[in-house]
């Protein structure tokens, strides 16, 4: 157990000794020592007002520690440290996140706008990839203590094909990634695309569109 959690404690500080390197901060260079979020402020600027007093429980969060649930449409569950979540973060250019899969999950294609993201396999084995602009595929599988690393603004995707639960910590160079899911974004925006657009563009009629629409509706309250 002492093993696991120094390997554990080793790989944590590898991950974060990379993305706090100011050479691939994604975000602007911070101009005091401490900006954290006033997530209530109604100035809209390029991050977030500085609070005007902070405190201890500003630059702490305890959300990753248990596992998510995975109920979901995909069978994963991705839950984010960034400053939305952990206010402290704000100009620091660094967040985290912790996604969980069922045995089959899939953490569909999708895009992190203003990040890189590494990944650093907690439990069970993942087939994890990558497409760049060239069309081309970079893919492979991971086990536990194993690290991946998604290039910036690429769309990737990670599939749990065991017959366990896995689950991985994400570090990113970014306060606040982004997220770009492909197929909520073409088939769930409000107001849609256009079916003439999507029709064009995936050469089917409009009842395949309509169908796949369908699914991806955004859920009425």
Do not use: W
């Amino acid at each position: 157990m002492a093993n696991n959690s120094s390997f554990l404690l080793f790989s944590l500080s590898l991950i974060f000794s990379v993305f706090l390197d100011r050479v691939v901060n994604a975000d602007p260079d911070l101009l005091q020592d401490i900006c954290v979020a006033d997530l209530t402020s109604t100035i809209k600027v390029n991050g977030f007002p500085c609070k005007a007093e902070a405190t201890a429980d500003d630059f702490f969060f305890k959300g990753l520690s248990t596992p998510g649930s995975t109920n979901t449409t995909m069978g994963s569950v991705v839950t984010g440290a960034n400053v939305e979540k952990l206010p402290g973060l704000n100009t620091l250019g660094v967040s985290m996140a912790r996604i969980d899969y069922a045995s089959g999950g899939l953490n569909p294609p999708h895009t992190h706008p203003r990040a890189t993201e590494m990944i650093f396999v907690l439990e069970g084995t993942l087939e994890v990839g990558f497409i760049t602009t060239s069309n081309k595929l970079y893919t492979k599988n991971v086990t536990k203590g194993e690290i991946f690393v998604f290039p910036k603004g690429l769309v990737h995707f990670q599939k749990n094909n065991g017959d366990v639960s896995a689950a991985v910590l994400a570090a990113f160079n970014s306060q606040l990634p982004g997220t770009q899911s492909i197929g909520v974004t073409l088939f769930g925006s409000t107001p849609e695309v256009p079916d003439y657009v999507l029709t064009k563009a995936f050469q089917v009629g409009t009842t395949e569109i309509e169908k796949i629409k369908s699914r991806f509706a955004p859920k009425k309250n």
